[in-house]
């Protein structure tokens, strides 16, 4: 069983930046593909990034490259969403999810595990 806690989110305004942070228990984090998806009020949940348990290769949604980061420290046990140049678009609550394997999990589907979420938004 994996446990993840999403924690970083707060109120921003348009422009700035936050980072989010996942933290797990256990010591298999390395064995998880990471990743973060967003739900926005009276939307579906939606990918965001993800990476591979090595953390060489990194997913993006298109509305996110370029402004948003996925990385992770598997000697944490920690992956992280930095995320620049905030739109108030990017309102939503950010889940973190884990997926045991070598495939990055890209739809929300493939999750096994996800966080409790945290909340984001950007005031414009």
């Known amino acids: 069983q994996v446990q993840l806690v999403d924690s970083g989110g707060g109120l921003v305004q348009a422009g700035g930046s936050l980072r989010l942070s996942c933290t797990t228990s256990g010591r298999t984090f390395s064995s998880y593909s990471m990743g973060w998806f967003r739900q926005a009020p009276g939307k579906e949940r939606e990918f965001v990034a993800s990476t591979t348990r090595s953390g060489d290769s990194t997913y993006y949604a298109p509305s996110v490259k370029g402004r948003f980061t996925i990385s992770r420290d598997n000697a944490k046990n920690t992956a992280y969403l930095q995320m620049n140049t905030l739109k108030p678009e990017d309102t939503a609550v950010y889940y973190c999810?884990?997926?045991?394997?070598?495939?990055?999990?890209?739809?929300?589907?493939?999750?096994?595990?996800w966080g409790q979420g945290t909340q984001v938004t950007v005031s414009s």
């Open positions: 999810a884990a997926r045991l394997g070598v495939v990055a999990v890209t739809k929300a589907y493939e999750a096994q595990y």
